[in-house]
């Protein structure tokens, strides 16, 4: 009986002109339009540390002084089309950019999503290769007191920039439905979608300090975003989260991990799954597919800025993708109904992926 009803529901989304299969590419074809050189101003330029370079520098240092504000490029990932469409917000991980989820961005978009693809200045590709000190670049930004925080509005920033090109941009004027805002990003773009979501970060690992060094740090929930998906998620332990973190949660979110995808600082990946109860609010969901490792929730085909490879990425991304559009539907396509549950997502497991559990709460 479920069978039929899947099939009668997926018959009924075809007739409408959408992809049957939520894993494949949708009727929307779409172009890019890249903003390298927006800058946020009412932010101060983060200042590099007297440590963080020998002391000849310093004189250059101050002469070739950044000016006042913090860079936020986004590559936005346009369907053709009237529109208007729904938006989404792609936040990366440490160490990638605003093509690490390149392929992703563009089936959403080929389903009739308007997708922002941010770059983080102060977590990016080129901050993470920095000296070649791979381990040690990675700890710095994740403990970053400046990224941390900064991420969330780096969110906000590109929203705004979303309504004034909705107003006044020759070829994206009216095509951004600003009701409907979803959001998705993978490991420090987890952390930082939960966050814009309404979870609050933890203070107790920030360097340097924040008053008063422990529990809770600010909320920066942004209430425009109106659901979120966040790939690797983190639970409880250093960096990100404490206990008391992830009560706040103000908005549905779906969370995508598996049982290879450890977390930082040794924690194993159950640590991930294990937090889910603790989200607060309703209506969200937890997928959690057997021998899924941290790198295969990227995907940056078709852009020559590839991510780290991962064996089983090809493997996982069809689940990853159908998980991740059926959730955006169901809350941003009014017209859709819940079709994410287990029964959903068996048809797209494949070679390394032998078991997908979704969790509700």
């Keep these: 009986m479920l069978r039929?009803?899947?099939?009668?529901?997926?018959?009924?989304?075809?007739?409408?002109?959408?992809?049957a299969d939520p894993s494949q590419p949708g009727s929307f074809p779409?172009?890019?339009?890249?903003?390298?050189n927006l800058v946020d101003t009412s932010r101060t330029a983060q200042k590099e540390t007297e440590s963080s370079r020998p002391r000849l520098f310093k004189a250059r240092r101050l002469e070739e002084a950044k000016p006042s504000g913090r860079p936020v490029p986004i590559k936005v990932h346009l369907p053709e089309g009237?529109?208007?469409?729904?938006?989404?917000?792609?936040?990366?991980?440490a160490g990638g950019d605003w093509d690490t989820h390149f392929?992703?961005?563009?089936?959403?978009?080929?389903?009739?999503?308007?997708?922002?693809?941010?770059?983080?200045?102060g977590s990016n590709r080129e901050r993470m290769t920095g000296g070649l000190q791979l381990m040690q670049n990675l700890d710095a930004m994740i403990h970053d007191a400046d990224e941390v925080l900064a991420r969330p509005k780096d969110v906000s920033f590109a929203l705004d920039r979303a309504g004034d090109w909705n107003?006044?941009?020759?070829?994206?004027?009216?095509?951004?439905?600003?009701?409907?805002?979803?959001?998705?990003?993978?490991?420090f773009g987890a952390y930082t979608t939960m966050v814009v979501c309404g979870m609050r970060p933890a203070l107790d690992w920030l360097k340097p300090r924040v008053e008063p060094g422990k529990g809770l740090g600010p909320d920066q929930a942004d209430p425009r975003v109106k659901c979120g998906v966040a790939l690797s998620p983190q639970g409880i332990g250093e960096p990100f989260f404490i206990r008391e973190s992830f009560g706040s949660l103000k908005v549905p979110l779906l969370g995508i991990s598996g049982t290879l995808d450890k977390q930082q600082n040794g924690l194993p990946a159950k640590n991930r799954r294990e937090a889910f109860p603790l989200w607060g609010?309703?209506?969200?969901?937890?997928?959690?597919?057997t021998d899924a490792s941290h790198l295969d929730f990227t995907d940056s085909t078709g852009t020559d800025r590839k991510a780290q490879p991962s064996a089983s990425r090809e493997d996982v991304q069809p689940v990853t993708?159908?998980?991740?559009?059926?959730?955006?539907?169901?809350?941003?396509?009014?017209?859709?109904?819940?079709?994410?549950?287990?029964?959903?997502?068996?048809?797209?497991?494949?070679?390394?992926v032998k078991q997908v559990e979704v969790m509700s709460r």
């Design 281 to 289: 609010g309703k209506g969200h969901v937890f997928v959690w597919i």
């Design 321 to 352: 993708k159908a998980a991740t559009l059926l959730f955006f539907d169901q809350h941003l396509m009014a017209t859709k109904p819940s079709l994410l549950q287990k029964e959903a997502l068996a048809p797209y497991r494949k070679g390394a």
């Design 167 to 187: 107003r006044d941009h020759p070829k994206m004027r009216g095509k951004f439905d600003l009701s409907r805002i979803g959001m998705m990003g993978h490991s």
């Design 82 to 93: 009237p529109g208007p469409f729904p938006v989404i917000i792609v936040s990366h991980g």
């Design 103 to 121: 392929a992703q961005a563009k089936h959403l978009a080929s389903h009739g999503y308007a997708v922002l693809c941010l770059e983080h200045v």
């Design 4 to 19: 039929l009803t899947l099939s009668l529901v997926c018959f009924g989304l075809a007739g409408q002109g959408l992809a």
């Design 30 to 36: 779409s172009s890019t339009i890249e903003f390298r």
